[in-house]
């Protein structure tokens, strides 16, 4: 039987920690940065982890993390 794929998209985008949970990275700090306060933009720095509501689909795009 053949292994599973690993998605190749979600091992750039999440660290699975030696605890299990999953860090990502912060959404909407990319670009249209003069519109955002300076507080919004300080307050999405460094990472967070994966909501419970996706893990399932976080573990089936890296089925060997």
Do not use: N
Not at 35 to 62: N, W
Request: aromatic share 4%.
């Amino acid at each position: 039987m053949p292994k599973m794929k690993t998605k190749k998209a979600a091992s750039k985008r999440f660290v699975v920690r030696p605890g299990g949970t999953v860090k990502r990275g912060q959404a909407f700090k990319r670009h249209i940065l003069t519109k955002k306060t300076t507080k919004t933009k300080r307050q999405l720095r460094g990472s967070t982890d994966v909501s419970a509501a996706d893990m399932k689909a976080v573990r089936g795009m890296m089925p060997y993390a």
